[in-house]
């Protein structure tokens, strides 16, 4: 049986990070990181890779971990006895712990169809040899089906448009894409932006089956309509990984994850949990969007690494900013929409600052409140990606510190 201070279990870009910030916070304690992948995955950019064949350029260094004493494990951790304060692994032995941080991640969320296990269907996991699968399906690949128009769907569909001889259809389920990021006419010209790429897209309509002899060769729409296809992608969003926490008997929700408080503490005061398996607040209040980010997810390892042996400082619930480049266009949005914003219970206002105020490529979308002039949601269009960025930050910026929307200063 083995023993160690701190606990890693997870080794993505949030386990990763934790491990590396326990060692800067306590120097003199061991630190074991557990993951069951050979290569881990960094996540930003990962499904672009994926359809481009890039994905070595989203490992993550092992030489790190090793520089700073931290040992990894390559091995699956599948039972965690919290009396005993002891992980059970698949193959090697026993782990025994004095602070654990769980950093489990999420997984594609499960699809509500028929013929989700004929070859040639993927999901976007977060495994390197199960996307290496996608890339060889994609080499012989004529007619493409991404299911759903979310960032990873068109992130992944971009990057598929540089393939001429590939045949891409995106199917959304909602009226537009990116509805939850975007109103109405900013969603329009991303759809604009996509089929000028070359992609097909069609919006407001469900999967009802795919259908295919052992491999997919079709996708059977809720209208009726049918699709060629011999490679599917099912984009349609992730759910946390609490598996390992519920069944250890911690505290969760079904649908937001691993509760945890201020410190990132489960319902055990010596078991933390970080990333995508935890359970997030949107800043924006109810209605607010709740985007499981990478870099949210670093700042939460960077503060249950700080908590460990002592509470030092608590999680600050960021404004979580979303931007989506399609060709040479950029759009990014921050706060509330309009769509979402019935449920705050607060009446919004919105104004557009038009193409040439703030930048000849640039416009603005900003909502803010009736009662106080307060802004509380922008989204942004324009070029190049560095600027629609920027403006993004300055608006996050003005958000949080409740500036009135005709104070505002963008140009």
């Known amino acids: 049986m083995k023993r160690t201070d701190v606990l890693v279990v997870g080794g993505g870009i949030c386990g990763y990070t934790a491990a590396l910030a326990a060692r800067r916070y306590y120097g003199g304690k061991k630190i074991t990181l557990v993951r069951k992948e050979v290569r881990a995955l960094i996540p930003w950019c990962l499904a672009y890779n994926c359809a481009k064949g890039t994905l070595y350029n989203n490992v993550l260094r092992d030489d790190r971990l090793y520089d700073e004493g931290i040992e990894l494990v390559i091995d699956e951790v599948t039972a965690i006895d919290r009396q005993g304060k002891c992980v059970t692994t698949a193959f090697a032995e026993d782990i025994i712990y004095d602070k654990l941080i769980l950093a489990t991640g999420s997984l ?13 269907v993927f999901a976007l996991k977060k495994e390197f040899p199960y996307l290496e699968n996608i890339r060889a399906s994609l080499a012989s690949a004529r007619s493409l089906v991404i299911v759903g128009a979310g960032p990873a769907g068109i992130e992944f569909a971009e990057a598929c448009t540089a393939n001429r001889q590939l045949n891409v259809t995106m199917v959304e389920l909602l009226p537009h894409c990116l509805a939850w990021a975007f109103d109405d006419e900013f969603c329009t010209l991303v759809e604009e932006n996509l089929r000028q790429r070359g992609l097909n897209i069609i919006t407001a309509t469900g999967v009802e089956e795919l259908q295919g002899n052992k491999r997919v060769e079709q996708v059977k729409l809720t209208s009726g309509r049918t699709l060629p296809a011999d490679t599917v992608i099912l984009a ?10 519920r069944e250890a008997g911690l505290a969760t929700h079904e649908h937001a994850g691993i509760l945890v408080d201020e410190y990132m503490r489960t319902s055990d005061e010596d078991i933390f949990a970080v990333g995508d398996c935890a359970a997030k607040i949107s800043p924006s209040g109810p209605g607010g969007a709740i985007a499981r980010q990478a870099i949210a ?8 690494a700080a908590n460990l042996f002592a509470l030092k400082r608590p999680r600050e619930i960021a404004l ?18 309009q769509r979402t914003n019935p449920e705050t219970g607060r ?3 919105t104004v557009d600052i038009a193409p040439g105020v703030i930048a000849r490529d640039v416009a603005v979308k900003v909502a803010y409140a009736r009662e106080t002039g307060a802004t509380i949601g922008a989204q942004v269009h324009g070029k190049p990606l560095g600027l629609v960025r920027e403006i993004i930050d300055r608006l996050a910026t003005a958000i949080q510190h409740q500036a009135r929307f005709d104070e505002l200063a963008l140009a």
């Open 347 to 349: 009446e919004m206002l």
């Open 108 to 120: 594609p969320a499960p699809p509500l169809f028929k013929g989700a296990d004929l070859q040639g």
């Open 320 to 337: 979580e900013k979303f931007s989506v480049t399609i060709g040479d266009h950029a759009f990014g949005s921050v706060g509330l929409i």
């Open 297 to 304: 997810g670093g700042r939460e390892a960077r503060v249950a």
């Open 236 to 245: 349609t969003g992730v759910v946390p990984n609490t598996g390992l926490a």
